[in-house]
């Protein structure tokens, strides 16, 4: 028995070592898994979202603990502060695949914060870019003297009146921080190394293939502008044009859907009851209130925790009053504890996914008919185009926007979109069948096989998404059929809301 005993309490104390270890390793992001696709000289400090670094391979689903998440570390990897080497699976495909089409979704990088905090001063932060200050990149210094020939391209209004790179030395509110820039002109450089060898675009590509949008926010066009200096094989003004979306949403003409707004009222409702339910966050909320000397009622409405995860993600201290005290990590870890916790049971009630399915679907019934017509157009036989298909897009867009993309395709587990997360649509033709092989069922099949594959940050999710998560994978041919993305957008999805079709949901069911 007590031989027993004591086996019983080194397997708990081993167990509690391992976890202790295997904590530590995930908060410097040492456990190596995969290789790598780019390298960086920063030294590595991100922890948070599972974002790898060195030899290691980054999540975009949290990893299952016994231990709750920590707020502190997932505050981190929203940060994304570009200091950590990164790796990306786009680009990867069976042999012999050719590569048709890519849509990338963004959003915006680092801004300064839209709220305040009553009675504190705002956040230091430079917005002018500058070479010499961190954090920086090889292309910067470029970039900022190629957006003075902004005049050269075409520009939807009122796109043409928004400054091109952030401009002030004291930071406005929601202004895109030379921290923002850098994380998307490294967005635009690891697609470009992921895409080289698949000859998408040429150093002469014509502008026929290239579609660039945007809302009219400048955070969102400079960070556009910045992924597609990173990215483009040769960066030219007068092949650009750059479309306004007016819609966050990017519902273009289809944006009228009363039921989408409804569950977005129920949603908003949801939020708040669990928010005065939580008696923990209140009492925090009257700590910081009375350490700042304001009412609970006015600091609640301030929205703190976007300031405060402003001083985290550029290692400011937290704000402080002279005649009070300091805010503290600890306060800012119940806040973000209730959000990590609203993410949970936003999940489980189901309001948000059934207002993201309604909210996304002009977004990707856009991008289905796209990949359609590209996929068409590619088939033997067929003439192609004097000035090419278009085959790359870039939509640079908001939280609001990536967040409900993720939920409408089926990703509810993943992280909330961090500054300049990335969402990546990858359309792929297998080889045609050769003479000898099985002949594939009439239609597109007999030109090879169109796929799809879905990435998030780099990460490979096809197989998490609601069109093919059921998608038996074979080892020779780990893609997902293009027609399990058409039969979701085009009805499957719209099961969800009792509908067929996108005006039956909007209309017939809004109740």
Not at 105 to 133: A, Q, V
Request: proline share 6%.
């Amino acid at each position: 028995m007590l031989a027993r005993n004591r086996f019983l309490l080194l397997v708990v104390v081993g167990g509690a070592l391992l976890a202790i270890i295997s904590l530590s390793l995930q908060f410097l992001n040492l456990i190596p898994t995969t290789p790598i696709v780019e390298e960086q000289p920063f030294k590595a400090i991100d922890g948070g979202f599972g974002v790898a670094l060195g030899k290691s391979r980054k999540r975009v689903f949290p990893v299952l603990h016994i231990q709750e998440p920590n707020p502190i570390l997932e505050a981190y990897g929203y940060c994304n502060t570009p200091n950590h080497t990164e790796q990306a699976w786009e680009g990867h495909s069976p042999a012999d695949y050719k590569l048709l089409s890519v849509h990338v979704m963004i959003r915006h990088g680092d801004r300064y914060p839209l709220y305040f905090i009553p009675k504190t001063r705002r956040p230091s932060i430079d917005c002018t870019l500058s070479g010499s200050r961190k954090p920086t990149h090889p292309l910067l210094k470029s970039f900022i003297s190629h957006m003075s020939q902004g005049g050269q391209g075409h520009w939807e209004a009122p796109l043409s009146s928004v400054p091109r790179l952030p401009n002030h030395s004291v930071c406005e509110t929601g202004e895109l921080t030379q921290t923002g820039v850098v994380q998307h002109l490294r967005n635009g450089q690891l697609l470009q190394q992921a895409y080289k060898h698949h000859n998408l675009l040429s150093p002469d590509w014509a502008p026929r293939q290239l579609w660039v949008e945007t809302t009219g926010k400048g955070r969102t066009l400079q960070s556009g502008l910045a992924f597609l200096y990173g990215f483009l094989p040769n960066f030219d003004w007068s092949k650009l044009t750059v479309r306004h979306q007016w819609s966050t949403l990017y519902c273009g003409s289809a944006c009228d859907c009363p039921a989408r707004n409804r569950y977005l009222d129920e949603e908003q409702r949801r939020q708040y009851r669990l928010r005065v339910a939580d008696t923990e966050l209140e009492r925090n909320y009257v700590d910081m209130a009375q350490t700042l000397g304001v009412p609970t009622r006015q600091l609640r409405a301030a929205n703190p925790v976007d300031s405060l995860l402003c001083h985290l993600c550029h290692d400011l201290s937290f704000p402080c009053v002279p005649a009070g005290g300091c805010l503290t990590m600890a306060q800012f870890a119940v806040i973000r504890r209730q959000q990590l916790d609203d993410e949970a049971d936003r999940r489980r009630v189901g309001l948000y996914h059934k207002y993201a399915i309604l909210a996304m679907y002009p977004y990707l019934n856009r991008t289905a008919s796209k990949m359609e017509r590209v996929a068409k157009s590619s088939e033997a036989g067929r003439r192609p185009r004097a000035a090419g298909e278009e085959v790359f897009t870039l939509s640079s867009a908001h939280d609001v926007t990536v967040a409900p993309l993720l939920s409408a395709l089926g990703l509810e587990e993943a992280r909330f979109p961090r500054f300049a997360a990335r969402v990546v649509f990858e359309l792929w033709r297998s080889p045609p069948t050769t003479q000898g092989q099985p002949k594939k069922k009439a239609g597109i099949a007999k030109h090879g096989e169109v796929f799809i594959r879905v990435l998030y940050n780099g990460e490979d999710v096809t197989f998490h998404t609601t069109f093919c998560r059921s998608h038996e994978r074979r080892a020779g041919q780990p893609l997902c059929p293009l027609m399990n993305f058409l039969s979701f957008v085009r009805r499957d999805m719209f099961s969800i809301v009792n509908a067929t079709s996108y005006q039956d949901a909007c209309f017939t069911h809004s109740g």
